[in-house]
DNA sequence: GTATGCTGCGTTTAGACAGCATGTC
DNA sequence: CTAAACGCAGCATAC
């Protein structure tokens, strides 16, 4: 049998319990299913109490997905696993369930390491590879072994703790005990993305005013923490002078008095060419620009150059940069943004002039794909080898109305794009009803990932439309807030009127409205009773009340309102 | 006949943080 | 420089 497990049924031998981390969500649960499997509860007590919370992690979700049958299944054996992609609410438990000792070993992904503090008698470290895209199976980091090695030794319970790490071979072993036991942790400081995050920060930087011109930023950087960690000076130069460029031909910030603020597509009735557009731009700005590559960011010379007297070039946030600072974007995830917005006003200028021929339609899709495409919205749904066919259906499908066009096939975003389509297509689903259970079959897309992607999908129309708003851009504020409504309750067009009514979600909107209670003159027209026998008296009464309509007193059936409201939610 | 186990091959592979607005029986 | 393990299908064996 294999070692881990061993070790987990030796722990719940022992009465104690144990975590057991893992490399992969896949291992995660099979690894807690192998485990299960070999257990068998004999205290009553335990069983009721296990098959309590057995219940209430499958009902999270109605209907249940396959992943919550699953956890439901082996939570009856007092055994989780515990990843990402679980409901949050089936996190919580499996937490405090796990504090009250009701669950005795949980197979997890490292959530766990990082997150609140779950002390334990004792940690199993199923592996310490890790699958890397550009490494394939590598080490983890020292740091992240001893964050999992940290969770044993519950001070208040026991006197000591164990953290076990399982080697496969002698040479594992060896490699194990001089990376992890006498290895020191590194250095948190990676090199790899920093130009997302220099993006960021320099424009913050800006539009806040810390930093008014390349004096002070030169300063500002070669003071900081984070330049001193970086190392390589001079690399750092470049790149800040790239983003700085980058800023600029965005129209994000303005570089000294040599130019008004780049009043961008305020126009409405004229096509831009986007590209041209930002070849102007970089045209304008070279002269600006070369005094600052000449000038600042040489921050071993800066003192020379202050010396020599060369002045300082100023910097300042345009109106949409200050914008997209406060909206916390990436300025290249805003820079996209807007391009596609330009695009649909493009074609919405162009419908309204000419009435007659075939117009490249803005859907909700054009939107979805659009913010599927964004560094925010990663990781995006992966194409599986059998779905990539399907996808490229349904890239067909939607051509027309993508707002970005399609990367070269050889292109290494091409797979990212693809990818892209995916995402969105997974948000048409959702905007269309389709049930978590549904979307985990058909698209891989777990309870807890569906969260994270709705939280940011809406977080990225609501930027969309704050950006429309300065762009002045009006006629895309409705759909974009209509879309944001139907992302967030995961709702066809069709029944988002009946959302205004507190108490009525994407249910029991879809049930009214397949009653044929279409809108809310539908509703003020029916009768209570009706609506009663939809949803039950409580909620009728409530919405009567909503419609400023007299409400009759709530008769005492043989069902209560709360067992009604229980039964729908 | 059904359950279980083994082999071989193709496929897949951790997580989390930002803003906003408002509410849940 | 630098994979490994899961899932599934097909087949063998146990009950």
């Given at each position: 049998?294999?070692?881990?497990?061993?070790?987990?049924?030796?722990?719940?031998?022992?009465?104690?319990?144990?975590?057991?981390?893992?490399?992969?969500?896949?291992?995660?649960?099979?690894?807690?299913?192998?485990?299960?499997?070999?257990?068998?509860?004999?205290?009553?007590?335990?069983?009721?109490?296990?098959?309590?919370?057995?219940?209430?992690?499958?009902?999270?979700?109605?209907?249940?997905?396959?992943?919550?049958?699953?956890?439901?299944?082996?939570?009856?054996?007092?055994?989780?696993?515990?990843?990402?992609?679980?409901?949050?609410?089936?996190?919580?438990?499996?937490?405090?369930?796990?504090?009250?000792?009701?669950?005795?070993?949980?197979?997890?992904?490292?959530?766990?390491?990082?997150?609140?503090?779950?002390?334990?008698?004792?940690?199993?470290?199923?592996?310490?590879?890790?699958?890397?895209?550009?490494?394939?199976?590598?080490?983890?980091?020292?740091?992240?072994?001893?964050?999992?090695?940290?969770?044993?030794?519950?001070?208040?319970?026991?006197?000591?703790?164990?953290?076990?790490?399982?080697?496969?071979?002698?040479?594992?072993?060896?490699?194990?005990?001089?990376?992890?036991?006498?290895?020191?942790?590194?250095?948190?400081?990676?090199?790899?993305?920093?130009?997302?995050?220099?993006?960021?920060?320099?424009?913050?930087?800006?539009?806040?005013?810390?930093?008014?011109?390349?004096?002070?930023?030169?300063?500002?950087?070669?003071?900081?923490?984070?330049?001193?960690?970086?190392?390589?000076?001079?690399?750092?130069?470049?790149?800040?002078?790239?983003?700085?460029?980058?800023?600029?031909?965005?129209?994000?910030?303005?570089?000294?008095?040599?130019?008004?603020?780049?009043k961008r597509s305020l126009s409405l009735g004229k096509q831009k060419?986007s590209?041209?557009q930002?070849?102007?731009?970089?045209?304008?700005?070279?002269?600006?620009?070369?005094?600052?590559?000449?000038?600042?960011?040489?921050?071993?010379?800066?003192?020379?150059?202050?010396?020599?007297?060369?002045?300082?070039?100023?910097?300042?946030?345009?109106?949409?940069?200050?914008?997209?600072?406060?909206?916390?974007?990436?300025?290249?995830?805003?820079?996209?943004?807007i391009?596609?917005l330009d695009k649909v006003q493009y074609r919405i200028d162009q419908a309204k002039n000419q009435?007659?021929?075939?117009?490249?339609?803005t859907?909700?899709?054009?939107?979805?794909?659009?913010?599927?495409?964004?560094?925010?919205?990663?990781?995006?749904?992966?194409?599986?080898?059998?779905?990539?066919?399907?996808?490229?259906?349904?890239?067909?499908?939607?051509?027309?109305?993508?707002?970005?066009?399609?990367?070269?096939?050889?292109?290494?975003?091409?797979?990212?794009?693809?990818?892209?389509?995916?995402?969105?297509?997974?948000?048409?689903?959702?905007?269309?009803?389709?049930?978590?259970?549904?979307?985990?079959?058909?698209?891989?897309?777990?309870?807890?990932?569906?969260?994270?992607?709705?939280?940011?999908?809406?977080?990225?129309?609501?930027?969309?439309?704050?950006l429309a708003k300065i762009l002045n851009y009006k006629s895309q504020l409705?759909?974009?807030?209509?879309?944001?409504?139907?992302?967030?309750?995961?709702?066809?067009?069709?029944?988002?009127?009946?959302?205004?009514?507190?108490?009525?979600?994407?249910?029991?909107?879809?049930?009214?409205?397949?009653?044929?209670?279409?809108?809310?003159?539908?509703?003020?027209?029916?009768?209570?009773?009706?609506?009663?026998?939809?949803?039950?008296?409580?909620?009728?009464?409530?919405?009567?009340?909503?419609?400023?309509?007299?409400?009759?007193?709530?008769?005492?059936?043989?069902?209560?309102?709360?067992?009604?409201?229980?039964?729908?939610?």
């Open positions: 049998m294999d070692d881990t497990i061993k070790l987990a049924l030796e722990t719940i031998a022992q009465d104690k319990q144990a975590i057991v981390f893992c490399s992969s969500r896949a291992s995660a649960e099979k690894t807690a299913e192998d485990i299960a499997k070999k257990v068998i509860l004999t205290n009553q007590e335990r069983k009721d109490q296990a098959k309590e919370i057995s219940n209430s992690c499958l009902k999270v979700i109605s209907p249940p997905t396959k992943q919550c049958k699953r956890l439901s299944a082996m939570l009856t054996k007092q055994i989780a696993f515990h990843h990402s992609g679980l409901h949050s609410k089936q996190k919580d438990t499996i937490e405090t369930e796990f504090k009250h000792g009701n669950i005795k070993i949980i197979c997890a992904t490292p959530t766990l390491a990082a997150g609140l503090s779950l002390p334990v008698f004792r940690v199993i470290c199923k592996s310490l590879k890790r699958f890397t895209g550009r490494f394939g199976m590598s080490w983890i980091p020292t740091l992240e072994y001893l964050q999992m090695a940290g969770r044993a030794g519950r001070p208040e319970y026991e006197d000591f703790g164990e953290a076990i790490a399982i080697a496969k071979t002698q040479n594992e072993k060896d490699e194990i005990y001089q990376r992890y036991i006498c290895g020191k942790p590194e250095e948190i400081y990676s090199k790899l993305n920093v130009e997302p995050v220099l993006r960021m920060y320099l424009l913050s930087l800006i539009a806040s005013g810390i930093i008014r011109d390349t004096d002070q930023m030169s300063e500002f950087f070669a003071k900081t923490f984070w330049a001193h960690q970086f190392g390589d000076l001079e690399e750092l130069e470049e790149i800040i002078q790239r983003m700085l460029k980058l800023l600029e031909g965005w129209g994000f910030i303005v570089l000294g008095d040599l130019k008004k603020e780049q060419n590209k041209n930002k070849e102007d731009a970089n045209d304008l700005f070279t002269s600006a620009l070369e005094i600052v590559s000449n000038k600042t960011m040489k921050l071993e010379k800066s003192k020379e150059s202050k010396d020599n007297g060369v002045f300082s070039v100023q910097l300042r946030a345009t109106k949409i940069g200050k914008r997209v600072s406060e909206l916390y974007l990436d300025p290249l995830t805003a820079n996209h943004l391009e596609c009435s007659t021929g075939d117009q490249l339609k859907t909700a899709f054009s939107y979805l794909q659009m913010i599927s495409n964004t560094l925010e919205m990663r990781p995006r749904l992966r194409i599986k080898v059998k779905e990539q066919e399907y996808y490229s259906n349904v890239l067909l499908q939607h051509y027309e109305e993508l707002l970005q066009e399609e990367p070269d096939v050889f292109d290494l975003n091409y797979n990212d794009f693809m990818n892209s389509i995916k995402t969105a297509e997974f948000f048409q689903k959702w905007i269309n009803e389709v049930g978590e259970d549904v979307l985990l079959d058909e698209m891989n897309v777990r309870p807890g990932e569906i969260r994270v992607k709705l939280e940011n999908a809406n977080w990225l129309i609501y930027s969309c439309s704050e409705a759909p974009l807030q209509r879309l944001r409504i139907r992302i967030k309750f995961g709702v066809s067009e069709e029944i988002l009127p009946l959302l205004k009514l507190k108490g009525v979600g994407r249910s029991r909107a879809r049930k009214l409205f397949n009653q044929g209670l279409k809108t809310i003159v539908d509703l003020k027209n029916s009768s209570q009773t009706d609506l009663t026998t939809i949803l039950g008296p409580k909620l009728a009464a409530s919405i009567k009340d909503q419609l400023g309509q007299k409400v009759e007193p709530i008769k005492k059936g043989k069902r209560t309102g709360q067992m009604n409201l229980g039964k729908f939610t």
